[in-house]
């Protein structure tokens, strides 16, 4: 008997996304001025306490796993729901130093986990192309709601002045309880291998034995780099290298936030139907960054002083670079979430997010370190990381479960195998 990939209520995921992304949108493009204006405390010390606490916050990331595979992803990223809300609710009264860092501590944490989380639930209430479907379709609710988010903020401080700070951390706390209120109906499909939770502790050590997926990982790792390059490099590339006008970096977000709302569906759904591998899809992404990639390099060395020529050869690159993404990042996504054992898809996931953590950690200080050496540095690193990750994906593909690389494959029902079976000393290696 054939497993359904997708059940009725499905549609709660992608719109709490939506909802999710307009409260995000709201801070994120102003981060630093937010919390500035929101506790009151200086730039210097804000900029300080988000920084240690978003490191330290990646540590939630193996407890939200944990979390996960005994307690479910819907419950727990209800959970985190809940503890964003009340963060942000809480934000506008955090006007000391401590207070600020607890609520911020707190706050990174469930921050740093909610993807891992999110990605879990999409396993849990979809199977083979279903999730392809739902990943690209929440990916572009949640891109849409980010821009609408930020746009509000604006309108919202334009108004009101520095207290709309203050409104818009409330919006965003009451955006995290209605994405929570969303989810509810929302129930998982039952398990389509049949396999038992793990012994206490083995979680990890199957994850960090499971090379395959290790390598699947690590090459996100350095895709996530070239994620980074959007809002870290092009803007300090533009405006201290190429000294083009600050509305050029405006401009190269708008056209990527736009493009991924507005094409992440259809882009999606005209690579499954070319019945691509997720592997070599992601990979052909890769590719498209190094493609852009390249593009400023050679745009870093012209260097042309004409307004229009550098914005439309910035449009250019910003193009290429966001077909990129929209290729790359459903069908990344849904390989990890596929590739990982169901039993223990929330240790796995939690890793994979990991890669995206520590990129996010890394790209300021080494963008800012090639940059300094030469405008086009970065870029040619980021060349060599694309590319790279494209052929450990390629490498790897043959490794991997049949079913995480071809969605088709999902659709066939499977014996139930032992969870051992799948890992390290096995077929897998």
């Given at each position: 008997m054939q497993k359904p990939d997708r059940i009725p209520g499905q549609w709660a995921l992608p719109v709490a996304a939506a909802v999710n992304g307009i409260g995000t949108g709201m801070y994120v493009p102003f981060t630093l001025v937010f919390f500035h204006y929101v506790t009151g405390l200086s730039f210097t010390?804000?900029?300080?306490?988000?920084?240690?606490?978003?490191?330290?916050?990646?540590?939630?990331?193996?407890?939200?796993?944990?979390?996960?595979?005994?307690?479910?992803?819907?419950?727990?990223?209800?959970?985190?729901?809940?503890?964003?809300?009340?963060?942000?609710?809480?934000?506008?009264?955090?006007?000391?130093?401590?207070?600020?860092a607890a609520v911020a501590l707190v706050t990174a944490a469930a921050d740093r986990a909610f993807p891992a989380v999110q990605s879990s639930l999409l396993g849990e209430v979809a199977r083979g192309a279903g999730r392809d479907r739902l990943q690209a379709a929440t990916r572009a609710l949640q891109n849409g709601g980010n821009g609408a988010g930020a746009l509000l903020a604006t309108l919202v401080i334009a108004f009101a002045g520095p207290t709309g700070y203050t409104y818009a951390a409330w919006g965003n706390a009451l955006s995290f309880g209605l994405a929570a209120l969303l989810l509810r109906p929302l129930?998982?499909?039952?398990?389509?291998?049949?396999?038992?939770?793990?012994?206490?502790?083995?979680?990890?050590?199957?994850?960090?034995?499971?090379?395959?997926?290790?390598?699947?990982?690590?090459?996100?790792?350095?895709?996530?780099?070239?994620?980074?390059?959007?809002?870290?490099?092009?803007?300090?590339?533009?405006?201290?290298?190429?000294?083009?006008?600050?509305?050029?970096?405006?401009?190269?977000?708008?056209?990527?936030?736009?493009?991924?709302?507005v094409a992440g569906v259809f882009v999606g759904g005209r690579v499954r139907r070319a019945g691509a591998r997720r592997t070599r899809a992601a990979a052909l992404g890769g590719s498209l960054f190094a493609v852009a990639f390249l593009g400023q390099i050679v745009l870093g060395t012209l260097r042309p002083h004409s307004g229009p020529v550098l914005g439309a050869a910035l449009v250019a690159v910003v193009l290429v670079y966001t077909l990129g993404e929209l290729i790359h990042s459903p069908a990344a996504e849904v390989l990890a979430v596929t590739a990982a054992p169901e039993a223990v898809r929330g240790r796995y996931l939690a890793a994979y997010q990991m890669s995206w953590s520590l990129a996010k950690a890394l790209a300021p200080s080494l963008f800012t370190a090639l940059l300094a050496v030469d405008g086009r540095a970065p870029w040619a690193v980021l060349v060599l990381t694309s590319a790279l990750a494209a052929a450990l994906l390629i490498r790897t593909e043959r490794h991997l479960p049949p079913d995480a690389v071809r969605p088709a494959a999902e659709r066939v029902v499977r014996e139930a195998a032992p969870l051992t079976s799948r890992h390290p000393e096995g077929t897998r290696s």
């Open positions: 010390t804000v900029g300080l306490v988000l920084t240690v606490t978003g490191l330290v916050g990646i540590a939630a990331l193996p407890l939200a796993g944990a979390a996960v595979d005994r307690f479910g992803a819907r419950r727990v990223q209800l959970a985190l729901y809940g503890v964003r809300a009340a963060g942000f609710a809480v934000y506008p009264f955090a006007d000391t130093l401590a207070a600020f129930r998982p499909l039952p398990a389509a291998d049949g396999t038992a939770a793990p012994r206490a502790g083995a979680g990890y050590r199957l994850v960090l034995a499971d090379r395959p997926f290790l390598v699947v990982a690590g090459a996100n790792f350095l895709n996530a780099l070239s994620y980074s390059a959007l809002s870290v490099l092009f803007p300090l590339f533009i405006l201290e290298w190429l000294h083009g006008l600050a509305v050029l970096t405006g401009a190269a977000f708008t056209i990527n936030t736009v493009l991924c709302a």
